[in-house]
């Protein structure tokens, strides 16, 4: 079975902090997303990459950075958190070949204080 | 931009009754339509992936089916456990991402 494993399920920070997330797959897939997830908003694209080091903008990339410097591990960061960041993050990952069928991690829930 | 609808919102079904959700795109060149559960407070579960129009997909109590606009979901005599918000998403032809619709939240009553 596909494995993404989220670090954090629930985090507490306060303002202005810097924040990360971490995520693992455990299936070499080339693809590694960041969404997050608020009621009435749906699923939003945050940052993917596509390869090791390599990245692209979501639809909101804002106030949010990530790095991939091993293909298994995906990390978001949040330069400065701010109270509107508070949300459900989730991770996922995929392989293009597969049809770029992607499986989601359990969520991290953040709240930014 | 992808357009992805999901009705209706929200689906209160008894225990056996049969019914279907939604899932309507305006993509064209369709590269894939992905079918996931979400619990609440839990990341979503792959169910299906769709790629051409007539396409059919089952799994237990439900089927996933796919016309050149539409896929239905269809949920044939749930059970309470069937009780989650369905997430349709495609994916972009010229793209790695998918974008998702809203969701149908469905309760099942015993």
């Known amino acids: 079975d596909v494995k993404v494993t989220q670090s954090s399920r629930y985090l507490v920070k306060r303002t202005g902090e810097k924040v990360f997330l971490e995520c693992v797959q455990d299936?070499?897939?080339?693809?590694m997303f960041w969404y997050r997830q608020d009621p009435g908003l749906g699923l939003r694209l945050i940052y993917f990459?596509?390869?090791?080091?390599?990245?692209e903008k979501g639809d909101i990339p804002e106030g949010y950075s990530v790095s991939r410097e091993k293909k298994e591990r995906f990390s978001l960061i949040l330069e400065s958190a701010s109270t509107n960041q508070t949300s459900m993050y989730l991770c996922?990952?995929?392989?293009?070949?597969?049809?770029?069928?992607?499986?989601f991690g359990e969520g991290s829930w953040l709240t930014v204080v | 931009e992808d357009q992805v609808t999901q009705s209706p919102e929200a689906l209160r079904l008894q225990e056996g009754e049969s019914s279907s959700l939604n899932c309507s795109y305006t993509?064209?060149?369709?590269?894939?339509l992905f079918w996931y559960r979400q619990d609440p407070g839990k990341g979503p579960e792959f169910l299906f992936t769709?790629?051409?129009a007539g396409e059919e997909k089952e799994k237990e109590r439900l089927k996933a089916t796919l016309t050149k606009k539409e896929s239905f979901l269809h949920i044939t005599a749930p059970k309470p456990e069937d009780s989650a918000t369905y997430l349709c998403?495609?994916?972009?032809?010229?793209?790695?991402?998918?974008?998702f619709g809203a969701g149908t939240t469905v309760t099942v009553r015993a």
């Open positions: 998403a495609v994916r972009d032809p010229n793209d790695y991402k998918l974008s």
């Open positions: 990459s596509y390869d090791v080091k390599m990245k």
């Open positions: 769709l790629y051409s």
């Open positions: 299936m070499d897939h080339e693809n």
């Open positions: 996922a990952s995929g392989l293009v070949s597969s049809g770029n069928t992607i499986y």
């Open positions: 993509v064209s060149g369709l590269r894939g």
